[in-house]
């Protein structure tokens, strides 16, 4: 793992400004929206958002990302507030990173992507995803090799492995290549191993909670297992996949909790995460789960619709799982966060949405709070009925009248 943090997780938080575009693609709705995520992010990784620029230009400036008449601005603004870091909400090139750096001098200067890479590096518990995350983060900075790359002086055999006459530059690229090429051998015999695991559990049915970060997953996950599964309002409070073994009815199978999905993923992640996305491309039904409460929750299930396609799994029988029906509320003026719903209200939110179009989107749409446990049954009656029918494709002969006997062992739970 990269030594040094590109956002401090220590108890004094990092002061940190956020920079949007407004755009022909990109509205002024859309960019606060973005903006307000950026700093959900930010929060995430530790940093506190002390003040936002945006900018309406047509497109993002190939040297400086803004304008210069902007760049000045944010440049006067940090004289009188001083900051540790400024985090832009797109992805910079490594030429506007260099002028970026050079502009803003000892403030910290990080995108999107690298914000996202900083906080799976944070999150990553099992040895497989901090050398996933370490590997994306290297592949992902490679091209970018500037002052952001002091910190591999102080890793082992770093500088000092520098030949006579040879440049820094030279040296950090050869020992970035080095340590892709390291981490790509260990993760591929961690693919091997893990796609032994997923053989011998293939004797069951397999169902993935796929779904946008903080929407609920393992919430969910702990409601149908009855498990702790570690879960926080925060994005990507879970990175590892869990796998637990369920029984609804007399049928069991193996419910997993995957890694959530986000706008702008970097698609290093994606490359990195090869295995951790297997547990999605090799399950037999997907349950999207969907955060109804948040205001912008159909490009959420759009960005989940395209990674899913993007990673070859667009074609699974799917659950359309709306979460946090609790918090719900599409009456209320000052937002749909800003209240709880009261009991009446799930009433009349439930029976509203179940006639709304959002029942007509897939064939099966189920309303719940994995929290408050409402309409859980509904969602294992739809998983049973799923699951039997895969169930029955694994095993023709099986008599449901009788309760399965399976030898276990082997499988990983």
């Known amino acids: 793992m990269l030594n040094t943090p590109l956002i401090s997780t220590a108890k004094k938080k990092e002061k940190t400004i956020l920079v949007g575009l407004i755009t022909l693609n990109q509205n002024v709705e859309k960019t606060r929206e973005y903006l307000d995520e950026l700093e959900f ?3 995430t990784a530790g940093a506190e958002t002390i003040k936002k620029f945006t900018q309406r230009l047509n497109y993002a400036d190939q040297k400086t990302f803004v304008g210069k008449g902007k760049l000045e601005e944010i440049q006067t603004w940090i004289l009188d507030n001083p900051v540790d870091s400024i985090i ?9 990173v260099r002028n970026l750096e050079n502009a803003f001098k ?16 944070q999150r990553a518990k099992t040895d497989q995803a901090k050398r996933q ?8 900075l490679f091209p970018r090799l500037t002052r952001m790359w002091s910190h591999l002086s102080r890793q082992k055999g770093g500088i000092g492995m520098r030949g006579p006459g040879e440049k820094e530059l030279e040296t950090d690229k050869r020992i970035v290549q080095d340590r892709i090429a390291f981490l790509k051998k260990k993760l591929e015999g961690i693919d091997k191993q893990s796609m032994v695991r997923r053989k011998e559990r293939s004797r069951l049915v397999r169902v993935a909670l796929v779904g946008y970060t903080n929407v609920g997953k393992s919430t969910l996950m702990n409601t149908l297992a009855k498990v702790d599964v570690f879960a926080e309002n925060k994005l990507f409070a879970t990175i590892d996949s869990t796998v637990r073994k369920l029984t609804i009815g007399n049928i069991p199978f193996l419910l997993t909790d ?17 295995s951790t996305l297997d547990e999605i491309r090799e399950a037999d039904i997907l349950v999207h789960v969907v955060d109804i409460a948040h205001k912008a929750f159909e490009e959420q299930i759009e960005v989940v619709i395209k990674t899913l396609a993007e990673i070859g799994a667009g074609d699974k029988p799917m659950v359309l799982v709306f979460n946090k029906l609790d918090s719900y509320q599409p009456e209320s ?3 749909l966060d800003d209240h709880l719903a009261t009991e009446e209200d799930l009433e009349k939110n439930l029976e509203r949405l ?9 064939a099966n749409v189920v309303f719940i709070s994995a929290e408050k446990k409402i309409n859980i049954e509904e969602l294992r009656n739809v998983l049973l009925k799923l699951v039997t029918e895969k169930h029955f494709d694994i095993y023709p002969n099986w008599d449901p009248t009788q309760n399965p006997m399976y030898d276990w062992q082997g499988v990983q739970q």
């Open 354 to 362: 179940k006639n709304s179009y959002l029942n007509d989107n897939t």
């Open 333 to 335: 003026e000052e937002g």
């Open 88 to 96: 832009f909400d797109d992805d910079l090139s490594p030429s506007q």
């Open 41 to 43: 992010l930010a929060k």
């Open 106 to 121: 000892e403030t910290k200067v990080l995108d999107r992507s690298l914000l996202i890479l900083n906080i799976f590096s």
């Open 133 to 140: 995350v370490e590997l994306a983060q290297y592949q992902y």
């Open 258 to 274: 995957t890694v959530g999905f986000i706008r702008k993923l970097p698609t290093t992640l994606i490359e990195s995460f090869k």
